[in-house]
Structure formats: C-alpha cells, structure tokens
C-alpha cells in the first residue's frame, strides 16, 4: 500500500491548470481573454500552446505566472503547481516561487533584461534573491550557467549590457537566467520569434537538451505549428480565447480533427509546394474577433468553412474523442 501511494505521487501531475477564466474589465466592456481552460503538464514533459496572434497563448502564461495586472483579472479556477494552488498564495509567496519554482522566457529578450545593468549583475540579483548565494558565489554560478547555454568566454560576457548583445546572444542569457535556480516549470512565450531562422535552430536544440539534463517540464507558447513538431510532447490549439483542440503532437499532425487546426495547417509551405505568380499561400479567411464582440455560439464559426446554423447556437463543449479532445460538433 505504501509502494502504491508512492507511485501514485510521482505520477501526479507537475503542473494543473483547472477551469480558469481570465476577463479585461475596459471601459468599452468585458473583454474575456481565457475562457474556462483546462491544461495538465507532467514532470519533464513540454505541452506547447499554439494559435494565432489575440488567442489567448501569452495571456494564458501570464496566468499561470499571476502576473496579471490591472484592468485584468483572474475570475474562476485553480492553477496548481504540485498541488498548491497558486491563485491563493500571497504576492510574497508567489515572488518566491516565480524564478525558483517556476520561470518564464520572454518573446523579446530586451523586454526580459534590464538596458542599464550587467548582465552579471542581473543574473547575481536573481540567485541572491532565491537561493541565498553570496556575491562570489552568485557571479560563478552565473558564469557556469552563461558556459550551459554555449555563451564564449562567460566571465567577459558578464560584464556587458543587453545593449553589446545580439539578439541570439541576449536570448542565451535570458535562458541562463531562467535556468539557474533550476524550476521545475519553465514557460517560454514565443522565445524565437525575433530571431533569424539558423539563431531560431540553435536555441530550440539548446533548449531541448537543457530540459533533458535539468528534468524539467515545458509550455512553449507560438504561433508556429514547426517549433511544436520540434520540441513539444503534448499540444493544445487556442481560438479566441478557448482551447479547441489538445492532443499528442504525433496526433494532432496525423488526424487533425478542428477546422482552426486543419487551417493552421494548410497554411504551413512545404517543400513540394510550387507556386506561379497568381497563387498565393492558403490563410483562414477572416480575423481572429475582437474579445468585447465575440460571435454566438462557436467562436469560430464566422471563419468555419463547415459552419451550420447549429454552430451559432452554442459554444461546443471540450469532447473527448479517444483521448484526443475537440471543441467541434463537426469533429
């Protein structure tokens, strides 16, 4: 019996996110950002979150961050982090778990780096303030983090501003940053958008093998379905603020089952496409809504190519269909 309880704690899951809903309280109206989702993440596992630009992916990460501010709010559900809920900590408990137990890359790395300090002083505050470290020790936990992360000659590197970084070099240090308390979660919000393609290589593989040495669990938030086959295990599809497919990588790229999915899809170029001069790359007719004028029933279905009178009537349920759940009375 003991055994069995053992196992049944290991097996629970790292990170919970159950029923929450976000809203935007704005003078022209209720803007509701998230929409009652449900996400689970294992230990050492990485559930990527994908959609188009006003969805709801970073909203989503700001949540399980709690970071979201003023005129925002987080309305209903629990964000449980080994069990703990999140939403009833303290601000001082969650300053203590934010960049320990958990940390975030963001998409644009001089958003997430401070122009007027070194990057070894900013890499110190962080260890001083969550693990305790002396100076001395602070600055060569910096370095060897800078060396993890394939920076050249990290003890010079410490001493630059943002400023004297590439972008791919800046990236490295937020990754540095985000690494050296060593979380259990880390959420990556687009972290390769703003860099070239060879750049955008190279930190994925190196954020792929850091997971593996640090057994540390992932969300990957992007828009781009190829940085999900990468790296992801799991992957949730978010439309206007609802998840409305969540599955396995392998089968959401094998039996995609949302017409949203089946569009992002079709939109990928591959390499036997072959265009003359009057085609043009296939994109989902129409714009995500705006959250204050949402359209009856299927969020979707003002852009659905398999929209019914029905789909205006209410919002489908999240349905499991042998594991593989869908927000689609079509699917």
Known sequence: MAQEKKNNKAQSPLLEVKGVEVAFFLRQGVARAINHIDLIINKGETLGI????GCGKSVTAAAIMRLIEEPGKILNGEILLEGVDLLKLSNREMRHIRGNSMAMI??????????????????????????GMKKRQ?????????REVGMPNPGDQLKRFPHELSG?????????????????????DEPTTALDVTIQAQILELMRELQKKYDMAMLMITHDLGVIAEI???????YAGD??????????????????????????PTMEDKFSKEDRLYNIPGMVPTLLELPPGCRF???????????????????????????????
Request: with cysteine; proline share 6%; glycine share 4%.
């Open 243 to 268: 998840v409305v497919e969540q599955t396995t990588v392998a089968d959401l790229f094998d039996n995609p089952r949302h017409p949203y999915t089946k569009g992002l899809m079709k939109a990928i």
């Open 168 to 188: 791919g070099m800046r990236q490295r240090v937020l990754i540095a940053m985000a690494l050296s308390c060593e979380p259990k979660l880390l959420i990556a």
């Open 232 to 238: 992801a295990d799991k992957v949730a599809v978010m």
């Open 106 to 131: 963001f998409q644009d790395p001089m958003s997430g780096l401070n122009p007027v300090l070194s990057i070894g002083k900013q890499m110190c505050e962080t260890l001083i303030l969550h693990k």
């Open 138 to 146: 602070a600055l060569e936990r910096a370095e060897f983090m800078l």
């Open 301 to 331: 279905q003002t852009r659905c190519p398999l929209a019914t009178k029905e789909c205006t009537l209410k919002n489908p349920d999240l349905l499991n269909h042998e594991g593989h759940l869908v927000r689609c009375i079509h699917a």
């Open 50 to 53: 994908v959609g188009e630009s």
